[in-house]
């Protein structure tokens, strides 16, 4: 059974992280519906622009990861990010990359072009995005955003889910004594914790339970994210 060192164990938390906040994200998008008031434009503009900067940062976590056997992430992810008329799975992959880029680097306002139906807004995805340099352009592979997320949320998730499966992470444990030492630590060099709570706290006894159980409720918590989100309308 695979024993998870602190860097992978954090790396996951991380990953959890990202995946539940592109879920927040997206769930805060679809609230709005018409008429929007200019506050309101604008907090559905920064919910559409956090779904992508949170599912590329994780997706960017789990492929740069090295010391966490994940499995073939990246050629997996491309074989199945496609859809008729894009069968080019790695283009379709860096026109979100290349859609995150362009909102955090350049302000693209991705909610600036929208159809009505009914009273929701139908946010036209931008139809070519270029990296950085302009050298390359990379096509939508859907008429409206909705398209683009529904297809990376019944992609992304379930392919990082099958890698780290795949590489028995779901199923690893964690160095308890490691974990002992590093909650110490924490106590020891922490600024805002009263010496006497310091004190008391290094004295108690600690449990491997404790740590097992966390990180228990954390995997739970990273399956959870790693589902597809299930409110789109």
């Not at 976590?61 to 499995?71: H, Q």
Request: hydrophobic residues 45%; negative net charge.
């Amino acid at each position: 059974m695979t024993t998870l060192n602190a860097v992978n164990r954090d790396m996951l938390y991380s990953l959890s992280w990202y995946m539940s906040a592109r879920k927040t994200a997206l769930r805060s998008a679809l609230s709005f519906r018409m008429p929007l008031s200019v506050q309101e434009a604008m907090d559905m503009r920064v919910h559409y622009s956090g779904y992508f900067l949170n599912l590329v940062a994780a997706i960017d976590l789990i492929r740069d990861t090295t010391t966490l056997p994940s499995g073939n992430f990246k050629s997996l992810l491309y074989s199945r990010l496609v859809c008729d008329g894009f069968q080019d799975g790695e283009a379709n992959y860096f026109y979100i990359r290349e859609l995150r880029n362009a909102v955090v680097h350049r302000g693209l306002d991705i909610t600036s072009d929208q159809h009505f139906d009914g009273d929701f807004p139908m946010i036209l995805a931008p139809l070519e995005v270029q990296n950085h340099a302009r050298t390359k352009t990379f096509a939508t592979f859907g008429k409206y955003l909705l398209h683009v997320i529904e297809k990376c949320e019944s992609v992304v998730g379930s392919v990082m889910f099958d890698c780290l499966k795949a590489a028995g992470i779901f199923d690893a444990t964690i160095d308890t004594l490691a974990a002992a030492a590093e909650y110490r630590a924490a106590i020891q060099s922490s600024s805002s914790m009263p010496e006497d709570v310091k004190a008391n706290l290094l004295a108690a006894e600690f449990k491997p339970e404790w740590t097992e159980g966390a990180h228990d409720a954390e995997m739970m918590r990273l399956r959870a994210a790693l589902s597809p989100c299930c409110t789109l309308p």
